[in-house]
């Protein structure tokens, strides 16, 4: 920590005398309480995580806070995802980023960010014989166990990695607070007797430590308190007051100092902290904020009541914590207060107590340092390096004079702009005059309007003159070596509320008017005084309510305004523009020698670098009725004045930091539908499903420079084109988005219009529906592909159906066409023999076989031509085709023939190979029955179940030895009806079944499939 900083908590803490009256510098604190959005007013604890949030514990809840939005996180009854219990009295960062929560009500409680919203909250309660245990303090050991203090019982060791509790050392009862683990790894205790006990984490060795002898406290003083500092150095506080600190380099601890009442407030020092430059600081129960600097061996105080504005409301102060960026937290019973060493060159200076409120309006430090301070309430004069003020009122005429503006001639003449009239001060003696020929002009002589508000001298044709604006009147000139005032000044052609005016060094003034923008006066030769020159930027700037003009080093024109903020005036090519990034109402500038410009806005403090454009603002004290306002003023050392109500800011531009400008953002929830998925961020790359694709984004950038004033940049690519700038909104919503690849960024930037560099990146991918898969859309195309093909194929199938039986047909017509005539065509030859040789009954049977050839061949040829025949393929032709056949067949052999058939199968039909195979072999079964089986009946049953066609030809015959019939089939030529009839069967997948014996009949069974 840089000396500068370390000056500050020296201001911070310095001891005030209660005969004192001013107060130093850097003394303020920023309060935060319910107002702002804490759980509660009293903070017991207070931890900066890894990632840059301040976590608050209180009396009813713990609350994160990013230097601008609280999260607040509740106890509720039988809600398991909430803390078990309310009064947070402990927190610990652990090495993986996991928050390790003490309450008094609920035990033990772990947070886990990177877990869905429900699981981030997990407790462990140790129980007792006497119930819940209340603990009071968290520390960890270098193994990573969790060691627990609770008042008047045991340490408990935690075991994070089995999650449980144990009782290392039971006979040591300790106190509250009395319990830390030094650099060495080292576990002290503070116990009930007023001893240590000394504890080695790794092999639990411990080590009975009694140090009443080295102490001026008896031995049953209650130790309440330990800490250890970075240099080994053991803080011991008691209950009795006293204050020790030892080292704990050796096995006993030896006494370094012991500190009595005489040093120190004489309290009990309940919480120690430590800076990073060895200042102890310390927490008190009565007395407030105690330090302790190490360097000089010396204390300070900051209790109620140190500060007119933002004391302490109480002097109990219930912890006290340095963040590792070196802000200060102090948390008591009215809320927590903040001290950041940003803000230690600032100089808060109130003005003695007085009857009323006294407005600061300038300031004017002589060559001997003395400040001189102009006031509602005359002059205040703080003499170089006194504390105090004396004060100097001044009145004309008895009545009394507000001083708005000092102006010190080189010649020595010191001038007072008063809201009377314009005055000559003798400091030495404190009596006014007015300048000769003042009391009889009709303006000077006795102003009504506010005042004057801006004086400054320059020489006109070799005269010196003093040039004044009493606000509400035109510019009046006073001419020095003539001694009588200037009316009109400038042709009457000023306006009447110029609130600035600006000598630049290459002559002329520039003036900042309420009404009419920014104007230039020069010199003309011609005239005896100054004209005014229709240079004017009025028409360029988008307000022409104009508070304050400054000329920088090189020349251009500065401009504060109402409506249009800050303004540059380049004087080399006269064009002028606002400056986007600042607020709209400016008031008072100043530029320091770094080039930047300072200004008042809104009761802050800004700050712009015209080189980086870069834009701050910083957050001094003051309330919303009692805040800085009005011009700033310069001194010779290049400090820099700001006046408020009954205090003034003093501070030196040079020595204040710079503001991170981009802090780094970090990702704090991810909603689906309002519905938290925290989870989801674990790794940066989120995956959602088509019905997902409603969320929200939340983000936050712990930021606490005071101001509150981080803004936000976003865009989702793939959706916005371009950055999106949210102010202080710190979550994005998005809904309705299609599926694909998308990367959320977000930007951090510390001031409105200000962008920051580090961008945090997220992945979300949503699966799109299935219909917007680019293979979905070829689904129908395949499937109307599938159909044309198998329609093809089918087609195809079809026709070699066709061809085969074509095929087929063509062969049987070959083969019994060419056998039948071949055979009628040998007995014509032995039948014309016969003839020659007179034979005439082997004639006539030749004759007769000829006859029966012919007409089987006719036969074969009709069955031919019916089975081709697509008429034909209704199951009702093929009943008739059987029954032309089959009756004149047994009408012939006296056989009767039954024909039953359902009536529903007059509307089938059977496709070709089907159809011929079946009559074939419904043909063979009904003639084997008439030629062979001697029966007198034959009956032809005909049905249709689960859609297969069945077909019964019974008879009454003689019937036959199946089983004999088909072996003598199997080894001979014989019975190529019933293997024909087998092998028609296989062909069209039907079942073919025959139920027969001698003397039972025969009974065939066809089961045919329909299409």
């Not at 500050?8 to 510098?25: F, S």
């Not at 005359?378 to 001083?403: C, D, I, M, T, Y």
């Not at 003009?549 to 903020?565: F, T």
Request: charged share 15%; hydrophobic share 35%.
């Amino acid at each position: 920590m840089s000396y500068l900083t370390k000056y500050g908590y020296l201001c911070l803490l310095l001891c005030i005398m209660q005969q004192v009256n001013a107060q130093p510098k850097g003394s303020y604190l920023t309060k935060l309480n319910m107002d702002n959005g804490l759980a509660n007013n009293k903070v017991n604890c207070v931890l900066k995580d890894k990632r840059g949030f301040v976590w608050l514990g209180t009396e009813d809840g713990l609350s994160r806070y990013d230097g601008k939005h609280f999260t607040n996180f509740a106890s509720r009854s039988n809600d398991s995802t909430t803390l078990p219990g309310a009064i947070v009295t402990s927190l610990l960062e652990d090495n993986d980023s996991i928050i390790w929560i003490a309450t008094a009500d609920g035990g033990l409680t772990a947070y886990n960010y990177r877990l869905s919203a429900p699981l981030q909250l997990t407790n462990y309660q140790p129980h007792t014989a006497t119930g819940v245990l209340h603990i009071e303090k968290i520390t960890a050991d270098f193994s990573g166990n969790l060691w627990l203090a609770a008042a008047g019982y045991p340490m408990l060791r935690f075991n994070k990695s089995t999650r449980q509790f144990d009782m290392p050392f039971k006979e040591a009862v300790i106190t509250a607070e009395a319990v830390c683990i030094d650099s060495a790894g080292m576990l002290w205790m503070g116990s009930m007797g007023g001893g240590l006990l000394k504890i080695d984490t790794r092999n639990l060795q411990s080590t009975y430590v009694n140090i009443a002898g080295a102490t001026t406290v008896n031995s049953s003083t209650l130790i309440t308190s330990l800490f250890t500092g970075s240099d080994l150095a053991l803080w011991c506080s008691t209950a009795s007051h006293a204050l020790f600190c030892l080292s704990t380099g050796n096995t006993q601890p030896a006494v370094v100092k012991t500190f009595n009442g005489k040093q120190r407030p004489d309290d009990e020092i309940i919480h120690f902290a430590e800076t990073p430059d060895n200042l102890v600081l310390m927490s008190g129960r009565h007395s407030g904020m105690i330090m302790y600097d190490k360097q000089t061996g010396t204390f300070s105080t900051y209790s109620n009541g140190f500060s007119q504005q933002h004391d302490l409301l109480s002097d109990h102060v219930n912890c006290v914590y340095n963040d590792y960026t070196g802000i200060t937290w102090l948390g008591t019973n009215y809320g927590v207060y903040v001290y950041n060493p940003l803000y230690h060159p600032f100089s808060q200076i109130f003005l003695p107590p007085a009857n009323g409120n006294i407005t600061v309006y300038d300031f004017y430090k002589d060559i001997h340092g003395s400040l001189w301070i102009a006031t509602s309430n005359g002059l205040f004069v703080q003499k170089n390096g006194s504390s105090g003020f004396e004060h100097r009122a001044l009145s004309w005429n008895g009545v009394p004079l507000s001083v708005q503006k000092i102006l010190a001639d080189t010649d020595g003449s010191f001038y007072l702009g008063t809201d009377y009239s314009l005055f000559v001060y003798n400091p030495a003696g404190n009596a006014l005059s007015l300048l000769p020929n003042t009391a009889n002009d009709p303006v000077m002589g006795r102003l009504k309007a506010p005042g004057i508000v801006s004086i400054v001298k320059d020489t006109i044709h070799h005269h010196p003159v003093l040039i004044v604006s009493p606000y509400g009147y035109p510019l009046a000139g006073y001419d020095l070596a003539e001694q009588k005032w200037i009316h009109p000044f400038g042709n009457n052609v000023t306006p009447n509320q110029v609130r600035k005016i600006c000598r630049i060094a290459t002559g002329g003034l520039w003036l900042a008017t309420a009404t009419n923008g920014l104007k230039l006066l020069q010199q003309q030769a011609t005239a005896p005084y100054y004209s005014l020159q229709q240079r004017t930027i009025k028409s360029n700037l988008q307000t022409s309510d104009i508070f304050d003009v400054l000329e920088d080093g090189a020349g251009n024109i500065w401009a504060s305004s109402y409506g249009g903020g800050l303004i540059r005036y380049n004087n080399a090519t006269q064009t002028a523009a606002n400056i986007e990034e600042s607020s709209n109402l400016v008031e008072g500038l100043q530029n320091d020698p770094a080039g930047n410009i300072w200004m008042i806005s809104n009761g802050h403090l800004h700050k712009y670098n015209p080189h980086a454009r870069k834009y701050s603002c910083y957050s001094l004290p003051g309330s919303v009725y009692s805040s800085i306002k009005g011009y700033m003023y310069k001194d010779n050392n290049g400090i820099l004045y700001i006046g408020g109500t009954n205090y003034y800011i003093a501070f030196d531009p040079q020595q204040v930091k710079e503001i991170t400008s981009d802090p780094t953002v970090y990702f704090t929830d991810f909603k689906i539908f309002n519905d938290s998925y925290n989870h989801l961020l674990s790794n940066g790359n989120i995956h959602l499903a088509h019905n997902q694709n409603y969320f929200s984004i939340e983000f936050a950038a712990p930021e606490f420079s005071g101001g509150g004033n981080v803004q936000y940049s976003y865009m989702l690519e793939g959706v916005d084109a371009d950055w999106i700038n949210s102010g202080d909104r710190n979550f994005a919503s998005y809904s309705n988005l299609p599926g694909g690849d998308y990367v959320f960024k977000v930007k951090a930037g510390n001031w409105r219009g200000t962008h920051g560099t580090q961008v945090t990146a997220l992945n979300i991918h949503i699966t799109p529906p299935i219909w917007q898969h680019w293979w979905f859309y070829l689904l129908p195309l395949l499937l109307v592909a599938g159909i044309l093909w198998l329609q093809y194929r089918a087609k195809i199938k079809a026709l070699l159906n066709r061809q085969e039986i074509r095929n087929k047909i063509a062969k049987d017509l070959h083969d019994h066409l060419g056998s039948t005539l071949s055979s009628i065509a040998v007995y014509s030859q032995v039948a014309k023999i016969n003839q020659q040789q007179q034979k005439e009954e082997q004639l006539t049977s030749i004759l007769d076989k000829i006859g029966n050839t012919a007409n089987e061949m006719i036969g074969e040829m009709s069955d031919i031509v019916w089975a081709i025949n697509p008429l034909n393929d209704q199951v009702i032709n093929f009943i008739n085709r059987i029954e032309s056949f089959a009756r004149p067949l047994c009408a012939a052999s006296n056989v009767t023939l039954l024909i039953h058939y359902d009536e529903s199968l007059t509307q089938l039909n059977m496709d070709m190979d089907k159809r011929n195979h079946l009559y074939l072999m419904c043909k063979e079964s009904i003639n084997n029955a008439v030629k062979y089986a001697n029966a007198s009946s034959i009956t032809l049953h005909i049905g249709i179940r689960n859609n297969q066609l069945l077909c019964t030809i019974e008879d009454n015959g003689c019937g036959f030895q199946y089983d004999a019939v088909i072996q003598q089939a199997r080894s001979s030529l014989s019975g190529n009806g019933l293997k024909n009839m087998a092998a028609r069967a296989a062909s069209i997948k039907a079942s073919y079944k025959i139920d027969t014996g001698p003397g039972t009949g025969t009974r065939i069974s066809i089961t045919c499939p329909l299409p």
